[in-house]
Structure formats: structure tokens, C-alpha cells
């Protein structure tokens, strides 16, 4: 964790809070004792969809795909129930 600055302070040191934020350094602010924000670089979004899937899979945010067990069989046994769902819809 970076530093650490009351909210008088980083009102009166906003430049130096850049600073340090642009050096990749984050920087909590607290309010009376008590963190409330932190201020922290933007972090640059992957370039395709591999790459940001891929990042929130070691993030542990998404999960690999798992393993199907069994047949598959359609739920709707009869013909045309899409079709009646969106007519219905409308």
C-alpha cells in the first residue's frame, strides 16, 4: 500500500498526491483516522477480448469453462415454443 495522507493534507499536497499516483504508487486518504478513498493509477484495458478474459480469469473474477457431463437435450419438447414466447412478448 502507498502512502497515506488526511484529507488536509492532500488538499494541500494535490500535486505531490498526483506524483506519487503517477509513478504507480497509490494513496489512501483518510477522514478523521478512518481511510475513506484511495487514489490509485488507471490501470490499461488489454487490447482484445482473449486478453481481458485471460485477466479476470487470473483475477479470479471468471472461471475456465467446465467440463459438460452427460447428453444435452433441448428443455422444450415442443416445436415452435420460441416463436409463441416472442409473440407473446410483443
Known sequence: MGKSYSLYE??????EVVRKVREGKRVVIS?????????????????CLSDSLAQMESEGILSGPAACEGNLYPLVSKPGALKRFLESRE
Open 10 to 15: 492532500a488538499k494541500a499536497k494535490f500535486s
Open 31 to 47: 477522514y478523521r483516522g478512518e481511510a475513506v478513498a484511495e487514489i490509485r493509477p488507471i490501470e490499461q484495458s488489454p487490447a
